[in-house]
Nanobody
C-alpha cells in the first residue's frame, strides 16, 4: 500500500507560480515512477508530468513544457511540481500518482495504481 498526500495548491494570478508537494508513505518510494495529473470541471484526468524512480528521466505534457518542473527527493519521500507562468487554463484539481507496477504508458492515468486526494489550483486572469 502507498499513501499519497498533496499540498501547496491555492489561488494565484495569471503569470504567478505555485509549488505542489506530494508526500508518500508505505512502500519504498525510491523504487517507483511518480506522476502528476490534473482534472478540470467536466473534463477527464489529464497527464501533466512524470518522473522516473531515480529522477533521471522526466516527461511533460506539451501544454506545460517549459513552465512546469517535476522533481523528487527520495530521502524525503516527496515529489514536487514547480509551476511557473501559470495561466487560467491551468486551473484544475492536481493529483499525484504512484506507478508501482509498470503496466501501460506513463502518460495514462490507468498506468498508476495509487492516487492522492488532490489539491485545487485556481489561476485568475
Amino acid at each position: 500500500q502507498v499513501q499519497l498526500v498533496e499540498s501547496g495548491g491555492g489561488l494565484v494570478q495569471a503569470g504567478g507560480s505555485l509549488r505542489l508537494s506530494c508526500a508518500a508513505s508505505g512502500r519504498a518510494f525510491s523504487t517507483y515512477t511518480m506522476g502528476w495529473f490534473r482534472q478540470g470541471p467536466g473534463t477527464e484526468r489529464d497527464f501533466v508530468a512524470a518522473i522516473s524512480w531515480t529522477g533521471g528521466s522526466t516527461y511533460y505534457a506539451d501544454s506545460v513544457k517549459g513552465r512546469f518542473t517535476i522533481s523528487r527527493d527520495n530521502a524525503k519521500n516527496t515529489v514536487y511540481l514547480q509551476m511557473n507562468s501559470l495561466k487560467p487554463e491551468d486551473t484544475a484539481v492536481y493529483y499525484c500518482a504512484a506507478r508501482i507496477i509498470r503496466v501501460g504508458n506513463y502518460y495514462l492515468a490507468s498506468a498508476y495504481q495509487y492516487w492522492g486526494q488532490g489539491t485545487q489550483v485556481t489561476v485568475s486572469s
